[in-house]
């Protein structure tokens, strides 16, 4: 089970911090996932991570803006989001790839190869 948190309202400029938190151990050879759905636009990759090296891959709209961490020792993975627009308005979801020990990093934004998905928490960014 994946437990999302963090979200709210902020200004335009201004920042968040998101974490995701797994009832079960995250093991080595697993993506963590960040996503987020706006209304009426689909389910988009945001930014993944790789649990056994940290190795992480970002969409292109947030790179620079947005870092997405892994916490061994808490077993939550993290994604700090800065200089936020109106764009990153969303429900934010965290999910899970198990079995990812030899996908590529490419593969970290498939929708599909992620098996568990947490219940998301809203992002609101005013303007």
């Known amino acids: 089970q994946l437990q999302a948190s963090g979200g709210g309202l902020v200004q335009a400029g201004g920042s968040l911090r998101l974490s995701c938190a797994a009832s079960?151990?995250?093991?080595?050879?697993?993506?963590m996932g960040w996503f987020r759905q706006a209304p009426g636009k689909e389910r988009e990759f945001v930014a993944g991570?790789?649990?056994?090296?940290?190795?992480?891959n970002y969409r292109d709209s947030v790179k620079g803006r947005f870092t997405i961490s892994r916490d061994v020792a808490r077993n939550t993975v993290d994604l700090q989001m800065n200089s936020m627009n109106s764009e990153d308005t969303a429900v934010y979801y965290c999910?899970?790839?198990?079995?990812?020990?030899?996908?590529?990093?490419?593969?970290?934004?498939?929708?599909?190869?992620?098996?568990?998905w947490g219940q998301g928490t809203l992002v609101t960014v005013s303007s």
């Open positions: 079960q151990p995250i093991l080595s050879n697993y993506v």
């Open positions: 991570i790789r649990w056994r090296d940290g190795r992480a």
């Open positions: 999910a899970v790839q198990r079995n990812a020990r030899m996908r590529s990093i490419q593969s970290f934004q498939s929708v599909s190869l992620y098996e568990y």
